[in-house]
């Protein structure tokens, strides 16, 4: 496979930065009683144009949906995996698909 061919199946697999996706993330880590919650959300608004939601699972991860311009769900991502978060983040694992609607924002569960 040529490397045109290589950026064309890539392209295929993840959505283009301007379409709207939903990405859902499972924190894995100590990031339950420190705040991650709210600073997630607090980060999905600065972002700005993402809608979903944060909420704590019974197994100690977080879970978080947000939906928007995969642009914008991307730097969500990454603050998650990379920022300045409280608690401390061991793992991330991520899954994106289409949205499916019915956010009014973004929330705390």
Same mark, same amino acid.
């Given at each position: 496979?040529?490397?045109?061919?290589?950026?064309?199946?890539?392209?295929?697999?993840?959505?283009?930065?301007?379409?709207a996706?939903?990405?859902?993330?499972?924190v894995r !880590? +100590? %990031? @339950?009683? $420190?705040?991650?919650?709210?600073?997630?959300?607090?980060?999905? /608004?600065?972002?700005?144009g993402?809608? =979903?939601?944060?909420?704590?699972?019974?197994? !100690? +991860? %977080? @879970?978080? $949906?947000?939906?928007?311009?995969?642009?914008?769900?991307?730097? /969500?991502?990454?603050?998650?995996?990379? =920022?300045?978060?409280?608690?401390?983040?061991? !793992?991330?694992?991520?899954?994106?698909?289409?949205?499916?609607?019915?956010?009014?924002?973004?929330?705390?569960?």
């Amino acid at each position: 496979m040529g490397e045109v061919d290589s950026r064309a199946a890539a392209a295929d697999r993840q959505p283009e930065s301007t379409h709207a996706v939903r990405l859902t993330a499972w924190v894995r !880590g +100590r %990031v @339950q009683g $420190v705040g991650f919650r709210w600073f997630t959300r607090a980060n999905a /608004l600065r972002i700005g144009g993402l809608v =979903g939601f944060a909420r704590n699972l019974d197994d !100690g +991860r %977080v @879970q978080v $949906v947000a939906e928007g311009d995969r642009a914008d769900c991307a730097l /969500l991502l990454d603050w998650l995996r990379h =920022g300045d978060t409280p608690g401390h983040v061991d !793992g991330v694992t991520e899954i994106w698909s289409a949205p499916r609607g019915g956010y009014e924002g973004f929330d705390m569960r």
